[in-house]
């Protein structure tokens, strides 16, 4: 069994699909709509084949401040603690807030949080 794929409602699909493709070098699928709900969506490829679906639709409400029953963050392994540490560097120029690290977590690993658009959670790892 594998996991097929993630998926995450957002506001800005556009911007969640440049975001992933410009800092984590997704390639986007075609557009999807229903013209019936107003519902749209792209699925996301890494380079590992994992997939993110990226979606939207009118009426999304706003969730809970902090954590919640759900989705947490997404974890994404770049291969090396300097490829963490530029990715969160680049990521910190751009604007985008840092949460921890880079840093050897209690549990061994190395890693870095940063909130991406719409403050998705984002664990960059070794």
């Known amino acids: 069994m594998r996991l097929e794929h993630a998926a995450v409602y ?23 709509h229903n013209a019936g709900t107003g519902f749209r969506s792209y699925f ?26 759900g989705w947490a963050h997404l974890a994404v392994s770049l291969g090396s603690r300097e490829a963490v540490d530029r990715l969160t560097g680049r990521l ?5 807030p840092i949460l921890s690290g880079p840093r050897t977590t209690g549990d061994g690993y190395y890693e870095s949080c940063v909130a991406g658009p719409e403050g998705i959670s984002l664990e960059l790892t070794v």
Do not use: I, K, N, Q
């Open 10 to 32: 957002v506001r800005d699909l556009e911007g969640a699909r440049a975001f992933f493709e410009e800092y984590f070098g997704a390639v986007s699928g075609p557009a999807y």
């Open 92 to 96: 910190a120029r751009a604007g985008y």
């Open 44 to 69: 996301l490829t890494f380079g590992t084949g994992a997939r993110l679906e990226l979606m939207t639709r009118p009426g999304l409400s706003d969730g809970p401040e902090g954590p919640a029953v």
